[in-house]
């Protein structure tokens, strides 16, 4: 088996469903010639032609909106947005059109559509290239969204995605697109969407994380670990529908939990994760329910300290593992 | 000072290049900008401009070697310049500034989720209130010299999380026994989890309301067969896998998923009401004080074992119920100031020893039937009084008068597998004798042998208006000495 | 594209249909019989002559919401309609979900839409592109409002569209107001037509009072973009006859005068006059379809309602692909 890239897991998903199916499609900026920004359809327009492969015009809410038209007349439209700090445009198009396609026409119509979109900071790519969208989305019934963190995952869950008959928001972290690495299998495999994953057993408390976040949390639990710390690490995965019995088994067992996100803090994904504990585990609770999240500040700056401010990273998650651990 | 040549990070999610080709050797000169190598990465190949200007003093990484981005390639200095030592080939050049101290606003967060907001919660401290007092009501502070069991001292528990609440309150674990290694010595989950790993076995929740005030579905007169059967422990340790005769605290209601259930309101009966308005009452009027002895039933058993049948062929059902009244009316009469009201002329001493016998309605209540001149009577008679009693007023068919005019009250709160307790003194008498569950105890007998013994506490609760701490104990040995002593 | 009398007939009778289920809608809302409605009078040329242009089951519409003549001449029936007006559970579209006229029909392949003006032409575009992808010798149709023209979703559908040749029609009803804001604070160029110069499609105006104008411009475009030669914008010019919605009150914003004016040419009258001039409708036939839109429409109304409300317990539903048909 293979040992590849986040990003080259991405792309033989993507390989595979074209090759697979032939109403799948790719649109996108760059998606053809160029095989992307990040190169993760490089090779793709080669193999499959300027139909399959579509350069889109330089406006968001289009790949969106046109995908959506696509997808209603039977196509399976993989939509690229560039970065996920240019959703925005598209916004309408996914939460007022595709999200409530479905439930608008009681079930006439549906989506079956994949947004793709790199996220995430510690990239120097300041405000505008670094952003983490989950939380707007994660708020909308009709949408699914997706955050792999790791090779097996990206590519088992992106193919579940493609085939998947509703709306799916897949965010790749970025940051990890390279740094990631993990093995594989070549060929067709499927990771369901929903079911969360828990990725390292422990029995001292419990961290919730999704995409680079996760990657850094395994990092610092290895480290806590050494300290003589027990952590448990759920890697959410689907973080809309959430898997709530995954997310409270965990701190039933642990008492404590610890969710780690890069996007602010105040009405940050993290923040359901931390009601859903207190509504069904209050009793199981030992310590108060923490986020490690980014600061409410926009976005994140440009300048590497201040970068480095921003950013959750292992060191300042172990501490605030070893801090509730000590609780 | 020398500087060095990172591979630089050319590209957002670029995380490593190669180095293509060297522009120039060690030791040659190079000016700043002049381009000093080629690199690859997976967006892009580029030269690489020189840094500074001076002498190549080092090539660390050859041509062909991929590396992680921020890993030195070279050092750039005066000629005969040293180079720093111990930058590992594969090490990952970071960016200035301390790495690892988390940044403030992390830290504020943290800080504002670490600091519990105000008291704890509500639903917290009950449960903790539950745990703290897992026998009902709290003892009264004896005032005479009352033989003591020595109590765990107080202490500030500090924070009690929700989930070390529930267990305390489950596996009625007294906290004041964990140690807690927590923040400022809270008791943590996993205190409490070690403590019961290596403390005694542990019982079922145990009731929420005392006993002896809703016994609910316990048989205040169960037959003494299943109470203590032949040859098996009694009936407060049940076997493993039988049902504990100890009654489970009402669960609350399932919470379905969608929103929250209403607490639910039980309109007062009559009879909840007469309750309440008795106990609150007794509870101002009397000082109760309590006082606890116990005894050996191994005559009393036998003396059951031998005539059970013997009664059962008369039509009475015997049970330990009718021993303590036999013995608590025998005792009466040897201490006359216990069947007795208060009065502000005087203590009234009742010629007659009427006893109250509480008996469980269930969830309905409880109902105290008197057994009048229960002093004339034989252990036939008491037996055959209460079998009537007891199943009257469970039909509701007493009389108003059967109710009335009781002078001493015996409560048998052992049924509900209660060792012993402190009831609430039946006004307008003067005592209550509060009557445990019979198990078998190793106890020490004369000449220092150990012996497998069924054993009963026994509890008077007394108005120390009345009586003082020597006149009941008196009165509760005599009682004592009465049931050692039954003839086999 | 010589149109058959009969045709043409059949062409009035929907615009008559259309005309009565409309007023009859007037008339519920002021008895407080419904709640809302939204209304089309004025506009039944325009969309009557688009859609007998068209491959009616075939092609593909995304309609707005005054298209009620539009979605009668595909199939919606007068009591779909008033299913709709009482949100009573049978309703067709969207099981009473939607408002009244946020059209959806699937067997017709017409599309549900929103309520945000122009949402609808991106998935038009998109449609048109998976048409030619599929090699499929279909068209679609989308309709919208003058004022629809001013939104960033509909020019990135025409310059989609436009870039690939999509076999689109974009027929804007130019009803010369977007609720109280007259056509001249949409645009500062006379037609709505006027815009494709720019993004390199035909535009095209016509007279939206003549249904057969109508028919044969759009039947020429739709030709046109069956042959694979692209997109066609059209602007069909009228006069939007009644305020905007059963809420609005449009003598705040214009004059009786200019209402009565355009009166001398609603698309009834004119289709009527045609027809009695080419001797193709006497006396007797016109009261004859008169009597029997009366019963139709009449109809319509006592079995809406006599009929259910949707049942509170099927609210959840569908929300996902996979929930349709539950509840």
């Known amino acids: ?327 | ?488 | 594209m010589e149109l058959s009398n009969d045709t043409k007939l059949e062409m009035y009778w929907m615009m008559l249909l259309s005309r009565r289920l409309d007023e009859r809608a007037w008339v519920l809302h002021r008895q407080g019989r419904i709640a809302f409605h939204i209304s089309g009078i004025g506009q039944e040329a325009a969309q009557v002559g688009a859609a007998f242009a068209l491959r009616r089951g075939e092609d593909w519409v995304t309609p707005y919401y005054r298209d009620l003549a539009l979605m009668i001449c595909l199939g919606y029936t007068p009591r779909d309609f008033l299913l709709a007006l009482t949100g009573k559970k049978a309703e067709p579209t969207s099981g009473a979900r939607q408002m009244p006229s946020h059209w959806s029909l699937r067997k017709a392949n017409a599309v549900s839409h929103s309520a945000p003006v122009a949402t609808q032409c991106p998935h038009a575009a998109g449609i048109g592109l998976a048409i030619k992808m599929r090699k499929e010798d279909k068209v679609v149709l989308t309709n919208l409002g003058e004022g629809s023209t001013s939104q960033g979703e509909w020019y990135e559908a025409v310059n989609w569209a436009a870039i690939h040749q999509l076999p689109v029609i974009f027929m804007v009803e130019n009803n010369q107001y977007a609720i109280s804001v007259p056509a001249d604070k949409q645009m500062a160029v006379p037609s709505s037509a006027d815009k494709a110069c720019g993004m390199g499609l035909r535009g095209i105006s016509v007279d939206g009072t003549d249904v057969y104008a109508v028919y044969t411009t759009v039947a020429e475009a739709v030709a046109h973009a069956r042959a694979g030669n692209g997109p066609t914008l059209i602007e069909a010019r009228m006069y939007r006859l009644t305020p905007h919605s059963s809420d609005d009150d449009d003598r705040t914003y214009r004059s009786r005068e200019e209402v009565d004016e355009a009166k001398k040419t609603d698309p009834l009258t004119v289709a009527r006059q045609t027809l009695e001039g080419e001797g193709l409708l006497t006396k007797a036939k016109l009261e004859e379809m008169e009597a029997r839109v009366k019963e139709m429409v009449d109809d319509a109304v006592q079995f809406a309602e006599k009929a259910d409300y949707p049942d509170v317990a099927d609210a959840m539903f569908p929300v996902y692909a996979e929930e349709v048909g539950r509840g």
């Open chain 1, 1 to 327: 088996m293979a040992e590849i890239t986040l990003i080259d897991a991405i792309r033989q998903a993507m390989d595979e469903e074209l090759g697979r199916d032939e109403s799948v499609f790719i649109v996108g900026e760059d998606v053809g010639k160029r095989g992307g920004v990040f190169r993760a359809t490089m090779g793709l327009f080669e193999k499959y032609g300027e139909e399959r492969v579509i350069d889109s015009p330089l406006a968001e809410l289009s790949i969106v909106g046109v995908g959506i038209g696509a997808a209603l007349y039977g196509m399976r439209p993989i939509c690229e947005i560039q970065f996920a700090d240019f959703i925005y445009p598209a916004f309408n198009q996914i939460v007022s059109e595709a999200a409530k396609m479905c439930y608008r026409s009681n079930g006439e119509w549906t989506v079956p559509m994949v947004i793709r979109a790199p996220y995430g900071g510690g990239i120097g790519g300041g405000l505008y290239h670094s952003q983490s969208v989950e939380a707007f989305f994660a708020h909308v019934p009709g949408l699914k969204v997706v955050i792999p963190s790791n090779p097996y995952d990206a590519k088992g869950l992106l193919k579940s995605a493609v085939r998947d008959p509703n709306p799916v928001i897949y965010l790749e972290p970025k940051k990890g697109y390279r740094l990631i690495r993990g093995e594989v299998p070549e060929g067709d495999f499927t990771v369901p969407i929903g079911p969360a994953n828990v990725t390292r057993k422990g029995s001292d408390l419990t961290v919730y994380a999704y995409g680079m976040m996760h990657y850094y949390t395994l990092q610092a639990a290895e480290k806590l670990a050494s300290e003589g710390v027990d952590v448990e690490v759920v890697d959410l995965r689907t973080i809309y529908p959430v898997d709530k019995q995954t997310v409270l088994e965990s701190v039933k067992k642990t008492g404590k939990a610890l969710i780690v996100h890069e996007d602010n803090l105040t009405g940050g994904y993290g923040g359901e994760i931390a009601a859903i504990i207190a509504e069904e585990a209050f009793t199981d609770l030992d310590a108060p329910v923490r986020r490690l999240c980014g600061p409410d500040v926009p976005a994140v700056p440009f300048s590497h300290p201040l970068q480095d401010w921003f950013m959750p990273n292992p060191d300042k998650i172990a501490k605030a593992m070893r801090d509730l651990a000590a609780y």
């Open chain 2, 1 to 488: 000072m020398a500087t060095k040549i990172i591979m630089p990070q050319l590209g957002e999610s670029v995380v490593e290049g190669t180095v293509t080709t060297w522009l120039k050797k060690e030791g040659d000169t190079i000016a700043e900008y002049d381009s000093l190598l080629e690199i690859n990465t997976d967006k892009v190949d580029t030269e690489i401009p020189s840094p500074a200007g001076g002498t190549i003093l080092k090539i660390l990484v050859p041509e062909g070697t991929t590396v992680r981005a921020g890993t030195v390639l070279a050092w750039i200095g005066q000629p005969g310049e040293e180079v720093p030592a111990g930058e590992p080939v594969e090490a990952l050049q970071k960016t200035p500034g301390p790495v690892g101290e988390p940044a403030e606003p992390a830290v504020d967060a943290l800080r504002q989720a670490q600091e519990p907001v105000g008291e704890p919660t509500e639903p917290a401290v009950d449960a903790l209130r539950q745990a703290q007092a897992p026998v009902g009501e709290p003892a009264e502070p004896p005032a005479e010299p009352v033989e003591t069991q020595p109590v765990a001292p107080e202490r500030d528990l500090g924070f009690i999380s929700p989930v070390v609440a529930r267990l305390a309150k489950d596996k009625q674990v007294d906290l004041n026994q964990v140690k807690g290694t927590g923040q400022g010595g809270r008791i943590t989950k996993k205190d409490v989890m070690d403590y019961l790993a290596s403390g005694p076995s542990t019982k079922e929740a145990p009731a929420e309301v005392s006993p002896w005030d809703t016994p609910g579905e316990g048989d205040l007169f169960r037959p003494t067969e299943l109470m203590f059967s032949t040859g098996k422990p009694p009936a407060v340790e049940p076997a493993e896998g039988q049902p504990p005769v100890v009654r489970q605290a009402p669960q609350p209601a399932p919470v379905p998923a969608e929103g929250k259930v209403e607490d639910r309101l039980i309109p007062h009966t009559t009879m909840r009401k007469r309750i309440a308005e008795h106990m609150v009452l007794s509870k101002h009027t009397s000082p109760h004080v309590t006082t606890v002895m116990e005894s050996d039933f191994k005559q009393v058993v036998a003396h059951y074992e031998k005539n059970k049948e013997a009664f059962a062929r008369d039509g009475v059902k015997l049970t330990y119920t009718a021993y303590f009244a036999a013995a608590a009316a025998a005792a009466l009469r040897a201490f006359p100031l216990v069947n007795s009201s208060w009065s502000d002329e005087g203590v009234v001493v009742h010629p007659q020893v009427n006893l109250s016998i509480a008996v469980s309605l269930g969830e309905e209540g409880l109902i105290v039937p008197v057994i009048p001149n229960a002093d004339g009577l034989s252990l036939l008679g008491l037996a055959r009084a209460i079998n009537d009693i007891a199943s009257r007023a469970r039909a509701h068919r007493l009389k108003p008068d059967e109710v009335r005019g009781g002078t001493f009250s015996i409560t048998n709160h052992g049924t509900s597998g209660s060792l012993f307790a402190t009831p609430v003194i039946n006004q307008p008498q003067s005592a209550i004798l509060g009557v445990g569950a019979v198990k078998k105890r190793a106890v020490v007998i004369d000449g220092d042998a150990i012996a497998v013994r069924p054993m009963v506490y026994l509890s008077l609760t007394f108005d120390h208006r009345i009586l003082d701490g020597a006149s009941a104990d008196g009165f509760l040995a005599k009682v004592v000495e009465i049931l050692d002593n039954w003839p086999a």
